[in-house]
């Protein structure tokens, strides 16, 4: 009886999250559907939504590490690079090809090469600080050991032809230290989901150079504080690149875009090379009036000088310049 109330159980919670996932859909996916996404390659509303059908669909097919809806992030992004510039999708690490799949269709849409870094192999051998991750968010400890995370290559290769859009793709095999220095083209947008500090260290030591700026990189291991906490590592970057550190979006628990027990999470957060600060909104800190304020585009100051009072005639369709 507990085997069985337990699988119900289980159900039950499973179909919560993928109702509250579909209810969120027009949120989370709200810039992927947004007219100008995709339109400088003649990416219709149409194309999305197969696009979504198909990633979905290959989600349920292939083994993978990371779902359809951080996928489709990442393609947004690539369907937001312009046209006229240059550079390659880069993904490294791959696993079986579940991620690569997805993201070599929104690359070929834009005629654009996905390269794909893996050893085919599995992980190396973690040094010590990364045989264990802490994921505080998820309160878990994750442990790593060589040749986890195996896929082949040819394994890839068959999953991406027959789900993927494999004639986008070209595959470096070798771990990272031993083929991404002589990686020598601009990279338009980078996805990494590599699972060891040391990994990532190495990926932006030698890919970062080489994003274009205002470049999206992708990383899928928010949620690791050995990963995340590289991002903010001043000492590293001033070292290693000769900048300061640019911080991560999502870092600790990632941009929302699944249902978890605490709210929203995932494990994709990103990064972007050299933002154009010049176009970004000022705000200019002076205090805050009610949290609902700004939740219904409305001003406190207005609710509290009796404009608020307009507000309401205008709500039950008096007019309020009648007494005028």
């Known amino acids: 009886m507990t085997e069985t109330r337990t699988r119900v159980v289980s159900t039950l919670t499973r179909a919560y999250r993928l109702g509250l996932l579909v209810l969120s859909a027009p949120i989370v996916l709200g810039e992927f559907f947004d007219a100008d996404t995709g339109a400088d390659y003649g990416v219709a509303f149409t194309t999305k939504c197969r696009l979504v059908a198909r990633m979905f669909w290959n989600n349920l097919r292939l083994p993978t590490g990371s779902s359809f809806v951080e996928h489709l992030v990442v393609a947004?992004?690539?369907?937001?690079?312009?046209?006229?510039?240059?550079g390659v999708v880069v993904e490294c690490g791959c696993?079986?090809?579940?991620?690569?799949?997805n993201l070599s269709?929104?690359?070929?849409?834009?005629?654009?090469?996905?390269?794909?870094?893996?050893?085919?192999?599995g992980m190396p051998e973690p040094d010590e600080a990364d045989e264990a991750h802490v994921l505080l968010q998820s309160e878990q400890v994750h442990t790593y050991e060589a040749g986890s995370w195996h896929g082949s290559l040819s394994d890839v290769r068959r999953n991406v032809a027959r789900y993927g859009d494999l004639d986008a793709c070209e595959f470096e095999k070798g771990y990272f230290e031993e083929t991404l220095p002589a990686f020598d083209r601009p990279v338009a947008l980078a996805f990494l989901d590599v699972g060891l500090?040391?990994?990532?260290?190495?990926?932006?030591?030698?890919?970062?150079?080489r994003l274009r700026p205002e470049g999206y990189l992708f990383t899928h291991d928010v949620k690791h504080m050995?990963?995340?906490?590289?991002?903010?590592?001043?000492?590293?970057w001033r070292d290693h690149l000769g900048r300061d550190a640019p911080g991560l979006v999502g870092a600790g628990?990632?941009?929302?875009l699944?249902?978890?027990?605490?709210?929203?999470?995932?494990?994709?957060?990103?990064?972007?090379?050299?933002?154009?600060?010049?176009?970004?909104?000022?705000?200019e800190e002076?205090?805050?009036?009610?949290?609902?304020?700004?939740?219904?585009?409305?001003?406190?100051?207005?609710?509290?000088?009796?404009?608020?009072?307009?507000?309401?005639g205008a709500a039950d369709g008096s007019d309020a310049s009648a007494g005028e």
């Open 105 to 121: 269709l929104a690359a070929g849409l834009c005629d654009r090469p996905l390269v794909v870094f893996d050893s085919f192999e």
């Open 76 to 86: 947004t992004k690539i369907l937001q690079i312009p046209p006229d510039e240059e």
């Open 226 to 236: 050995e990963i995340s906490s590289l991002f903010f590592d001043q000492q590293w």
């Open 197 to 209: 500090r040391g990994s990532a260290e190495t990926c932006l030591e030698e890919l970062w150079p």
């Open 258 to 283: 699944h249902p978890q027990r605490n709210g929203f999470g995932s494990l994709l957060g990103y990064v972007v090379k050299d933002p154009p600060l010049d176009s970004f909104e000022t705000v």
């Open 253 to 256: 628990s990632g941009v929302g």
């Open 95 to 101: 696993y079986l090809g579940g991620s690569t799949a």
């Open 286 to 312: 002076r205090g805050a009036g009610a949290y609902g304020d700004e939740m219904l585009g409305g001003n406190g100051d207005e609710m509290l000088s009796g404009n608020g009072d307009e507000m309401l």
